[in-house]
Nanobody, 115 residues
Framework: QVQLVESGGGLVQPGGSLRLSCAASGIIFSISVMGWYRQVQGKERDLVAVITSGGSTNYADSVKGRFTISRDNAKNTVYLQMNSLKPEDTAVYYC?????????WGQGTQVTVSS
């Protein structure tokens, strides 16, 4: 199986930046897609950004131009650079990975944007 561990969350003021990291470990053969999702308490988990092993990306409209997802395939690690953060970005951010037909989730890391 695959385990995902996130890091980099925290408290930041509006307009600030954070970089999230997620490292995959375990039985890894070929992780085709890695990405980030976020969830506010009481609401559904939503896509933030995803990236394929080939480098194709997809972003939620709300973060386009502000967030950048990247991936180091050799390290099985995905990153999310978050700039110009807004209070509405506050959420628990979850790392996700897809390997063949199996999907995996990290434990989540809290991002709070507040003055």
């Amino acid at each position: 199986q695959v385990q995902l561990v996130e890091s980099g969350g925290g408290l930041v003021q509006p307009g600030g930046s954070l970089r999230l990291s997620c490292a995959a470990s375990g039985i890894i053969f070929s992780i085709s897609v890695m990405g980030w999702y976020r969830q506010v308490q009481g609401k559904e988990r939503d896509l933030v950004a995803v990236i394929t092993s080939g480098g194709s990306t997809n972003y939620a409209d709300s973060v386009k131009g502000r967030f950048t997802i990247s991936r180091d395939n050799a390290k099985n690690t995905v990153y999310l650079q978050m700039n110009s953060l807004k209070p509405e970005d506050t959420a628990v951010y979850y790392c996700h990975a897809l390997q063949y037909s199996s999907t995996y989730w990290g434990q989540g890391t809290q991002v709070t944007v507040s003055s």
